[in-house]
């Protein structure tokens, strides 16, 4: 690619370099690999098709703005002969200074961290902190502009939303206050299991009726113990 532009700001100058932080910036390439793998053989059909769905429009997306609307980054001298300078330098050998924005790393990790959170509530926040970090990281090696992150957060939860579009109705029955055991617990079905309408959440004895209820058999997202 040729022309483009560097969205950069003026915070960006505000960014320091710290080439240690490629440590987690490099490492998402087995997370992601790990996450994808281990959501195809155990995560719930309908939801995993989600997954794939959000996949599919996200990484599009990204192509096309790739090709139509070319950004690049003004990549950092790395004067440093430690291993981490050294790592650096990989990647921005093999990088390249395009795809500024929205920034891949932050899009296919955001996409995990909403489909993890619907999947594993209970670790919503271990799946935040890394998405935190892989997103400083970005910035601290200076491969992405603050932009590329915000754009590339957007853009995930913006194509996230079509794929759930289809499956309207939230399920969460609740656990027992003081116990983590599940109310409904006969019914066989996870704490975790829910999705989402535009009016909000179903829970409890709404959403024990409407488990049982055969008019919301397709439209209900179902979690079964494995």
Known sequence: ??????????????????????????????????????????????????????????FSVGILTYL??????????VPGTDIFSGMVRAVQIAGGTYDALPSGHIYITTLLVLFYSIWHPRWRWLWIVILIIISLSTLFTGQHYILGVDLGTTK???????????????????????????RYEHLDYLTSAFCWTKSGEVVGEPANDMLRDVRFSKDVVRFVKR
């Open 1 to 58: 690619l040729t022309g483009g532009i560097a969205p950069k700001i003026a915070l960006d100058a505000l960014i320091p370099f710290w080439p240690i932080w490629v440590v987690p910036y490099a490492s998402c390439y087995p997370l992601w690999l790990t996450a994808f793998f281990y959501a195809a053989w155990k995560m719930e059909t309908r939801l995993y098709r989600a997954l794939l769905a959000a996949c599919y429009l996200t």
């Open 68 to 77: 139509l609307f070319p950004t690049y980054v003004d990549l950092p001298a």
């Open 156 to 182: 995930c939860m913006a194509c996230v939303q079509e794929p759930h579009a289809r499956n309207p109705t939230i399920i969460r029955p609740y656990p027992n206050e003081g116990t983590r055991k599940h």
